[in-house]
């Protein structure tokens, strides 16, 4: 079974510039989950999908972060314009449903992006 | 209230001891505790999970204790490996929040062969 299939993997930008990062869950996940792991740190979860509808963005910052999931499938996560505190390296996660009771995330290797 | 508490930050082993990992939790909503391996460059794996219905869980090598009334949790690594060599993260999910989990800081292991 393949797993979360995530690209590119390493990016490297100027500040203000603007980046886009890719996702494709494991099939037939309904849920799939955006984090972002600053060095040293654990993830933090940036925005949560339950198919193709949000169902928590209350730690993405908004001006300046952007994400979608059409068609429930894949999901693009977007950072326009970019700042230097955005470097890290950006998880995407999908579950088969949400995690209410416990479960397993899936997580791909990451999209780890430098902003000079 | 969000938060999970973990330590040390970074932890030596020599080959066969055992290694301990601590988190502390202040939310009492939390009711689902997992532990995620992390290799340098790839993304997060589960490792061994427990509820807080159970004090303990053992799987192989590894064990979680769980101490509701101090709201702590551990992890235990017996006999540990060089493969055991990674970065572990403990984690807590909010039950009313679709299973958000939000992690601790992480804990650097070092295994020395």
């Known amino acids: 079974e393949a797993g979360v299939a995530q690209s590119p993997r390493y990016k490297i930008i100027e500040k203000r510039q603007s980046v886009a990062f890719w996702c494709n869950p494991i099939s037939g996940h309904a849920t799939l989950y955006w984090y972002q792991q600053i060095l040293g740190q654990g993830p933090k979860l940036l925005i949560q999908f339950q198919n193709n509808g949000v169902v928590d963005d209350s730690q993405l910052p908004k001006d300046r972060f952007s994400a979608e999931r059409l068609k429930g499938v894949d999901s693009t996560l977007k950072i326009q314009p970019a700042k230097l505190e955005d470097s890290a390296v950006y998880l995407c996660?999908?579950?088969?449903?949400?995690?209410?009771?416990?479960?397993?995330?899936?997580f791909g290797e990451g999209s780890r992006l430098t902003v000079l | 209230q969000q938060q999970v508490k973990q330590s040390p930050q970074s932890l030596i082993v020599q080959k066969g001891g055992i290694s301990i990992i601590n988190c502390a939790y202040e939310?009492?909503?939390?009711?689902?505790f997992p532990w995620y391996q992390q290799f340098p460059g790839k993304g997060p794996a589960l490792l061994i999970a427990i509820r807080p219905d159970v004090s303990e869980k053992k799987e192989g090598r590894f064990t979680i204790s769980f101490n509701k009334s101090a709201k702590q949790f551990s992890l235990h690594i017996m006999d540990s490996q060089p493969g055991d060599s990674a970065t572990y993260f403990c984690?807590?999910?909010?039950?009313?929040?679709?299973?958000?989990?939000?992690f601790g800081q992480g804990t650097e292991l070092s295994v020395k062969p």
């Open positions: 939310n009492t909503a939390f009711d689902y």
């Open positions: 996660a999908s579950s088969a449903g949400p995690l209410i009771r416990g479960g397993e995330l899936f």
């Open positions: 984690a807590a999910s909010i039950r009313n929040q679709g299973g958000k989990l939000i």
